[in-house]
């Protein structure tokens, strides 16, 4: 009985793919937003994270999305919410300023109003940003160099970032 079972189930061959690589279904788009965004991209408006200095601090800095548009001019940079592709637009929900990252306008464009990347690269070069972005508040978290509103607002960020992620998982441990 339980080798019959094991037979059916266990070694399937591979099935061949008839077409080449299928368009993306809404399914797997959904799938690759989760994975990537995460249910801490967006919390409920009542409990939205603002934080201005930390949107003020984009100012001057270089940008970290990189995106095909990026045009590198640090003189462009803000803190980008990303167009809503983290999430938050059209819905009851909006994006925390904790899920900002430095981006040019160029790569503002391309998160948001652009039409030649698919959500799936926009989200995908958002979140590569936002993930290049928690390092750069992690060392101005600890920073001497940092001034002490810097400081604080980044480690308000990392803060925001991890309740955000513990409540999404309960088991996880809080890091210190
Ligand atoms: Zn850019």
Same mark, same amino acid.
């Given at each position: 009985?339980?080798?019959?079972?094991?037979?059916?189930? $266990?070694?399937?061959?591979?099935? %061949?793919? %008839?077409?080449?690589? +299928?368009?993306?279904?809404?399914? @797997?788009?959904?799938?690759?937003?989760?994975?990537? /965004?995460?249910?801490? *991209?967006?919390?409920?408006?009542?409990?939205?994270?603002? &934080?201005? #200095?930390?949107?003020?601090? *984009?100012?001057?800095? +270089? !940008?970290?999305?990189? =995106? +095909?548009?990026?045009?590198?001019? /640090?003189?462009? /940079?803000?803190?980008? #919410?990303?167009?809503?592709?983290?999430?938050?637009?059209?819905?009851?929900?909006?994006?925390?300023?904790?899920?900002? !990252?430095?981006?040019? =306008?160029?790569? &503002?464009?391309? @998160?948001?109003?652009?039409? $030649?990347? @698919?959500?799936?690269?926009?989200?995908?070069?958002?979140?590569?940003? #936002?993930?290049?972005?928690?390092?750069?508040?992690? *060392?101005?978290? @600890?920073? /001497? #160099?940092? =001034?002490?509103?810097?400081?604080?607002?980044?480690?308000?960020?990392?803060?925001?970032?991890?309740?955000?992620?513990?409540? %999404?998982?309960? =088991?996880?441990?809080?890091?210190?």
């Amino acid at each position: 009985m339980s080798y019959s079972t094991l037979k059916q189930t $266990g070694f399937k061959r591979p099935q %061949r793919e %008839r077409a080449p690589l +299928p368009a993306p279904t809404r399914a @797997t788009r959904r799938a690759v937003m989760a994975n990537l /965004t995460s249910p801490a *991209a967006a919390v409920p408006k009542s409990e939205r994270g603002c &934080n201005k #200095h930390l949107l003020a601090m *984009a100012k001057g800095k +270089p !940008c970290l999305i990189r =995106s +095909p548009l990026c045009n590198y001019d /640090t003189e462009t /940079t803000v803190a980008c #919410h990303g167009g809503g592709v983290a999430n938050g637009k059209g819905m009851s929900y909006k994006v925390s300023d904790a899920m900002t !990252c430095w981006g040019c =306008s160029g790569c &503002n464009h391309y @998160t948001d109003a652009y039409g $030649g990347a @698919t959500r799936a690269q926009k989200t995908e070069a958002f979140m590569l940003g #936002h993930l290049a972005q928690v390092c750069e508040w992690r *060392a101005i978290a @600890t920073s /001497t #160099h940092a =001034s002490p509103k810097d400081r604080a607002a980044a480690k308000w960020a990392l803060d925001t970032l991890n309740a955000l992620a513990a409540a %999404r998982n309960p =088991s996880e441990e809080k890091k210190a």
